[in-house]
């Protein structure tokens, strides 16, 4: 059983546009989130993340909103660029101490110039 | 400040052997941690290492060990390798302040025939 879903297996935008990536998750026990950009041939890298108290967090271009009542949170990016174009994973945990990540599949992003 | 390295980058193992996969934190790095990535699955946590303990152990099975040496530098080992295991490995490294602080590295993809 999937407990952190990215029903959107890709997404393609224009350049300067927004980009929204969606998950959802179905533990109640997770209350910290993380959003990972992973390009072909490395490995993840660490965006952003939010914490179950709040309901948005912002990082520069990107922003995070959870949705705790729809156990749903999207990653926004604006405004989208080339280099943005990657794999996004959603991760979920219990605690912001943890390592214990549970990932969602990844969205394949791609930014059209 | 060099990064998470990984050896080897490629193997190639047959059913029935056993791997080790190794792991060089960044300097510093206290906390060693692994993922296996398969398209079916995505990824999932295998493993936490601190300081020469384990601290967090995901869903797999007894053929999955790892370890973590004195320096910090972490192996895992797998054996009775099964087709299944096929998967790029991942590692990643942190301060001991949570999952948001991890580095990844580039993985191991293991292909076993």
């Known amino acids: 059983d999937q407990q952190v879903k990215q029903n959107s297996p890709s997404l393609s935008v224009q350049e300067g546009r927004i980009s929204i990536l969606n998950c959802d998750y179905t533990n109640s026990m997770f209350d910290y989130f993380l959003w990972y950009k992973k390009y072909p041939a490395e490995g993840p890298t660490f965006l952003i993340s939010?914490?179950?108290?709040?309901d948005k967090n912002e990082d520069g271009r990107f922003t995070v909103f959870l949705n705790k009542s729809a156990k749903h949170l999207s990653l926004h990016i604006v405004p989208s660029q080339p280099g943005d174009s990657a794999v996004y994973f959603c991760a979920a945990t219990s605690g912001a101490g943890s390592y214990q990540l549970t990932f969602g599949k990844g969205t394949k992003l791609s930014v059209i110039p | 400040k060099a990064g998470v390295t990984q050896t080897p980058r490629y193997l190639i193992k047959t059913r029935g052997q056993q791997v080790t996969l190794s792991c060089s934190p960044i300097s510093g790095h206290r906390s060693v941690s692994w993922y296996q990535q398969t398209p079916g699955q995505g990824l999932q946590f295998l493993f936490e290492?601190?300081?020469?303990?384990?601290?967090n152990k995901g869903n797999f099975p007894g053929r999955f060990s790892g370890r973590q040496f004195s320096n910090s530098r972490s192996e895992m080992n797998v054996s009775t390798l099964e087709l299944g295991d096929s998967a790029l490995y991942l590692c990643?490294?942190?301060?001991?302040?949570?999952?948001?602080?991890?580095?990844f590295g580039p993985g191991t993809r293991l292909t076993v025939l």
């Open positions: 939010i914490s179950s108290i709040k």
């Open positions: 290492y601190f300081s020469e303990t384990q601290r």
């Open positions: 990643a490294s942190s301060l001991s302040s949570g999952a948001g602080s991890q580095y």
